[in-house]
């Protein structure tokens, strides 16, 4: 009879221990989460799920969504900085509007813009110098500043903002933000 219960107790622990490897898609809280695999991170924004493309380096944040005709409604943007700072984000090549959100170190939001389409550069009166002081086009572009420091930010389709019920100092939750941290580069 002992030896028939422990027969049911191994089978018991190999289904359970058969299936753990089927939850690699979320974590403990149930949510899905970015794998540091990958270069999209799951974000849950008041209730609805967006799939963001990670920007971790300088030359990713430099480029951020420039040239996209485009935007996903639940796509986007998540732009992660070594450290917190001062952000003025523009709109450099971009094709499509974008709603944009700064957030501190913690998640909360700082700043929220509505960034509309920029006319394009003029090579005849606004040629590329390579030089930011000294482009005409560079320095004519809109910044939308953070207000605070920030270590994160979040573009999105334009027009995303206005179905969501975001306040500054709102919390957005991005799952794991010390293993993003720790990627930034």
């Known amino acids: 009879m002992a030896s028939a219960r422990f027969m049911i107790l191994m089978g018991v622990v190999a289904l359970v221990a058969g299936l753990l490897p089927l939850t690699g898609c979320s974590n403990n809280t149930g949510k899905p989460s970015g794998n540091a695999d ?21 030359e990713t944040r430099f480029k951020g969504l420039s040239g996209r005709d485009h935007i996903e409604p639940d796509g986007g943007m998540l ?22 959100i700064y957030l501190d170190p913690a998640g909360r939001i700082t700043a929220m813009h509505h960034m509309p389409v920029e006319p394009p ?20 572009l809109k910044r939308y500043p953070s207000r605070y420091p920030a270590q994160f930010v979040i573009e999105l389709a334009g027009g995303t903002l206005e179905r969501l019920d975001l306040s500054e100092g709102d919390l957005i939750d991005l799952n794991d933000p010390a293993g993003l941290k720790a990627r930034a580069k």
């Open 121 to 140: 550069r003029d090579p005849e009166t606004e040629p590329v110098t390579g030089v930011g002081a000294t482009d005409k086009y560079e320095q004519r």
């Open 79 to 100: 732009f992660v900085f070594p450290r917190p700072n001062d952000q003025r984000f523009v709109m450099r090549d971009c094709l499509v509007p974008i709603d944009i």
């Open 38 to 58: 990958t270069n999209i991170e799951s974000v849950k924004i008041d209730g609805e799920w967006f799939q963001l493309e990670l920007a971790l380096d300088g």
